[in-house]
T-cell receptor, first 114, second 115 residues
Framework: AQSVTQLGSHVSVSEGALVLLRCNYS??????LFWYVQYPNQGLQLLLK??????LVKGINGFEAEFKKSETSFHLTKPSAHMSDAAEYFC????????????FGKGTHLIIQP | EAGVAQSPRYKIIEKRQSVAFWCNPI?????LYWYQQILGQGPKLLIQ????????DSQLPKDRFSAERLKGVDSTLKIQPAKLEDSAVYLC?????????????FGSGTRLTVV
């Protein structure tokens, strides 16, 4: 069975500082990995996804993530935080079979300090 | 391209009552998913449809939850009878085919409060 662990339910960074949100996964097959962002009272918006191509994945809004098989990690980074990045971030995994629903982590609330 | 439409946006009911949520996926999307997101947690998959057939309903509490996707387009998720712990946001997502390949598009959700 697949699972996702997000370290840190809340992360606080200063505006302009590096953003690092951690995600570790467990999967019995090569996984598809995703990062989503959720703003209050809104649905989920895809930031980026890994589907077994390049291990460094670039997404929207300056975010990127690196797939590290040896560490079973898929951490999300952004070089310089902006106030508009404040939101809930979810890491998710799919094993890509016919039943390919997503398994989500519990989420990390990103707080941007002015 | 219109997004995934869900209604109602908000619903408040008393425990033991029944409730239904509606989802209209993006036109042409064969795969449809329902998720339950309890406050402070990540979404949990309830059921996946491929056209009008069920692919995965292993996490659907079948004693009280039911879902259907007639004609392979719109879908309805029903809870009967509702319990307090069913309070959550119910998200619908759709994909052209396999979401892991073509991507998942989420609706804005229905927020259910059971009192």
């Amino acid at each position: 069975a697949q699972s996702v662990t997000q370290l840190g339910s809340h992360v606080s960074v200063s505006e302009g500082a590096l953003v690092l949100l951690r995600c570790n996964y467990s999967s019995s097959v090569p996984p598809y990995l995703f990062w989503y962002v959720q703003y209050p009272n809104q649905g989920l918006q895809l930031l980026l996804k890994y589907t077994s191509a390049a291990t460094l994945v670039k997404g929207i809004n300056g975010f990127e993530a690196e797939f590290k098989k040896s560490e079973t990690s898929f951490h999300l980074t952004k070089p310089s935080a902006h106030m508009s990045d404040a939101a809930e971030y979810f890491c998710a995994v799919s094993e890509g079979g016919g039943a390919d629903g997503l398994t989500f982590g519990k989420g990390t609330h990103l707080i941007i300090q002015p | 391209e219109a997004g995934v439409a869900q209604s109602p946006r908000y619903k408040i009911i008393e425990k033991r009552q029944s409730v239904a949520f509606w989802c209209n996926p993006i036109s042409g999307h064969a795969t449809l998913y329902w998720y339950q997101q309890i406050l402070g947690q990540g979404p949990k998959l309830l059921i996946q449809f491929q056209n009008n057939g069920v692919v995965d309903d292993s996490q659907l509490p079948k004693d009280r939850f039911s879902a259907e996707r007639l004609k392979g387009v719109d879908s309805t998720l029903k809870i009967q009878p509702a319990k307090l712990e069913d309070s959550a946001v119910y998200l619908c997502a759709s994909s052209l085919d396999k979401g892991s390949v073509y991507g998942y598009t989420f609706g804005s959700g229905t927020r259910l409060t059971v009192v």
